[in-house]
């Protein structure tokens, strides 16, 4: 006697997309509101330059503009969805632009500090998370007719950003009376300071993976290799801060971009 297989309908994930997108925007908000919207509002904001407000300009944008974009893709927007892309990239390349003017800036406030050495080492941090960034952008645009490895690395392209905007958080709930009102002021931190974002962030990651996982019954190769990267990067850049070739880089591109 047959035996009739039963297949089980796969979930649609296109609106875990938009809450993910969410907490996502949710994240920057509450990192960028306090450290700086909130003093620059009150005219209290401290160190306060160019490249600093079209940083925050920026940063703020994109996890609403990606919101607004997982919104069109589950609501089959599809044709606004695209137009809006050009926007996207735009305003992505503006970020990795405005990135590395911030991560020059720093180096140079904190040298003229005192501390020109871990200024550059701790330089790699934000250089690398907007690399990574830019490079999940690149090739996510280059995929952008195929949809599903597209979403996935636009999705991808978001866990350094939360990983910068958490430290925020906690720097506001957990610095010590008469620090500055945002970090980035004062001495440079230690390589260590980012380790419970780096873990909280990186158990995200699995837990995305896994439960994308539920639309193709395997873990997907973007978020298989694109998750390994993200990985190696954090922990490959701490002894990587310290070598001759990191920190002339680093004296380079404070010399250029700044």
């Known amino acids: 006697m047959a035996v009739a297989a039963i297949t089980l309908p796969r979930r649609d994930l296109r609106w875990f997309y938009v809450w993910l997108a969410a907490f996502f925007a949710a994240v920057a908000l509450l990192s960028f509101l306090p450290t700086y919207w909130a003093p620059l509002v009150s005219g209290r904001l401290d160190g306060g330059s160019p490249a600093l407000h079209l940083h925050a300009l920026l940063f703020s944008i994109w996890p609403f503009l990606f919101l607004a974009q997982t919104w069109l893709v589950a609501t089959k927007r599809i044709a606004l969805h695209r137009r809006l892309g050009v926007a ?36 790699i941090i934000s250089f690398t998370k907007i690399v990574f960034f830019a490079a999940c952008i690149a090739l996510a645009i280059a995929n952008v007719r ?40 004062g001495e440079p931190a ?32 973007v978020y298989l290799v694109g998750g390994l990267a993200f990985v190696a990067m954090q922990v490959l850049r701490v002894p990587a801060s310290s070598t001759e070739a990191w920190q002339a880089f680093a004296t380079w591109l404070a010399t250029v971009v700044s």
């Open 88 to 123: 996207g990239a735009l305003v992505a390349f503006a970020m990795l632009w405005s990135g590395l003017w911030v991560t020059a800036s720093s180096i140079n406030v904190q040298s003229a500090l005192g501390y020109p050495f871990q200024a550059r080492a701790f330089a």
């Open 190 to 221: 230690s390589m260590l300071v980012g380790l419970p974002a780096a873990v909280a962030v990186d158990l995200l990651l699995i837990a995305v993976a896994f439960y994308d996982r539920r639309a193709h019954d395997r873990v997907h190769p």
């Open 146 to 185: 195929k949809p599903g490895v597209h979403k996935r690395l636009m999705v991808l392209a978001m866990f350094p950003l939360v990983q910068a905007a958490i430290p925020r958080v906690l720097y506001v709930l957990f610095a010590p009376p008469g620090s500055p009102q945002r970090p980035g002021l």
